[in-house]
């Protein structure tokens, strides 16, 4: 197959073109560099049925040429970040629903057929039923980037319809392990590489929350490749576990060998959009046949032993 991926120099992009060219598909990857890293594409680069679009989503010429001739596209390029969202209140509008109508328009301008999104579980807002299934009551949005992704869903299955676009929406919990590059495991391990006798934890540290390895999560997304039929379908990707922040917070110290003196700001929320308690229902892809291999804990875990091979990330990135 002919693929492109967008966010092709991400955590999860640069994970799931190692996985396609693995499997013999030709990737045309697609990024920005604005938090993708050479270091994470550098061993596609290597394949010879890959190469690299360098160029924004916002510029539609662009986005047409590298979907022209495509049998599918993985768009994975946004935003990726919660936290910040009302810090600037234009950027998950541009780069979360503008960059994916873009590629909407370069698809259908070039007539390719088969679409699949990473969307996240933070579109279900505080949810009301958990485990939370994809046909959750539609629900308040809670953050920009929550919003924004809840918007480009919308427009993608009105692609769906009206284009006759085959579409996948992935809503994902929280990701970890290779080449992790921005998230709590992340945060933590930065502080305590500066400072090791403290930490300071955003909340209560009570916060309920899903995480999933990116392995796992790929060969979710690659399962749903094979077997998905349906025109349109969303799936939830996560596993059938949760934990508190501050069990992740003891996985880690103890991984580091440290005991800092835990500081927490209070309060059940850490920032504006911080849901306290994530749970998917996964039986949907379950149904497929798909299963997690890393519990929460195994994956918090390797995470930090990849964070600490990679300690240059943690002085890269602010
Ligand atoms: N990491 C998670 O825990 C998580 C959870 C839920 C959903 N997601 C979604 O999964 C996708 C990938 O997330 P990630 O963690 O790999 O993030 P990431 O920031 O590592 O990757 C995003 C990539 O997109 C590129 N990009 C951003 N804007 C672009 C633009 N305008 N034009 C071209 N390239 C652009 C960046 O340079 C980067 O390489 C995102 O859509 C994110 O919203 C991630």
């Known amino acids: 197959m002919r693929i492109t991926v967008t966010g092709a120099?991400?955590?999860?992009?640069?994970?799931?073109?190692?996985?396609?060219?693995?499997?013999?598909?030709?990737?045309?990857?697609f990024d920005n560099f604005s938090t993708g890293l050479e270091k994470f594409i550098?061993?596609?680069?290597?394949?010879?049925?890959?190469?690299?679009?360098?160029?924004?989503?916002?510029?539609?010429?662009?986005?047409?040429?590298?979907?022209?001739?495509?049998?599918?596209?993985?768009?994975?390029?946004?935003?990726a970040d919660?936290?910040?969202?009302?810090?600037?209140?234009?950027r998950d509008l541009e780069q979360n629903v503008i960059a994916t109508h873009n590629v909407l328009e370069a698809m259908r301008g070039h007539g390719v057929k088969r679409l699949f999104f990473s969307s996240t579980g933070s579109v279900y807002g505080e949810a009301k039923v958990f485990p939370t299934p994809e046909d959750a009551p539609f629900p308040v949005q809670t953050s920009l980037y929550g919003a924004s992704k809840a918007a480009a869903e919308g427009l993608i299955s009105a692609y769906a319809e009206g284009f006759g676009l085959q579409a996948t929406v992935f809503r994902f919990v929280s990701i970890l392990g290779q080449r992790y590059s921005h998230g709590h495991v992340f945060d933590?391990?930065?502080?305590?590489?500066?400072?090791?006798?403290?930490?300071?934890?955003?909340?209560?540290?009570?916060?309920?929350?899903?995480?999933?390895?990116?392995?796992?999560?790929?060969?979710?997304?690659?399962?749903?490749?094979?077997?998905?039929?349906?025109?349109f379908a969303i799936f939830n990707l996560g596993t059938d576990e949760y934990c508190e922040v501050r069990d992740s917070v003891g996985w880690i110290c103890e991984r580091l060998k440290l005991q800092p003196e835990l500081q927490y700001t209070g309060g059940e929320r850490g920032w504006i959009g911080d849901n306290p308690f994530i749970f998917l229902d996964c039986a949907r892809i379950r149904a497929?046949?798909?299963?997690?291999?890393?519990?929460i804990r195994a994956g918090v875990e390797s995470t930090v032993d990849y964070l600490l091979e990679n300690a240059d990330l943690l002085d890269a990135r602010a």
């Open 9 to 29: 120099a991400g955590f999860i992009g640069s994970n799931l073109v190692d996985r396609l060219l693995a499997e013999g598909h030709h990737v045309t990857g």
């Open 42 to 79: 550098a061993p596609a680069r290597q394949a010879a049925n890959f190469r690299l679009v360098q160029a924004d989503l916002l510029d539609l010429d662009a986005v047409r040429a590298a979907v022209a001739g495509a049998d599918m596209v993985f768009h994975l390029a946004a935003n």
């Open 82 to 90: 919660v936290r910040f969202g009302t810090d600037h209140p234009r």
């Open 188 to 231: 933590f391990c930065k502080m305590l590489r500066t400072d090791p006798t403290k930490l300071r934890i955003l909340g209560n540290g009570m916060q309920r929350k899903s995480y999933l390895h990116v392995s796992d999560c790929v060969a979710a997304i690659l399962t749903v490749m094979e077997r998905q039929t349906e025109p």
């Open 288 to 295: 497929l046949g798909w299963a997690p291999r890393y519990s």
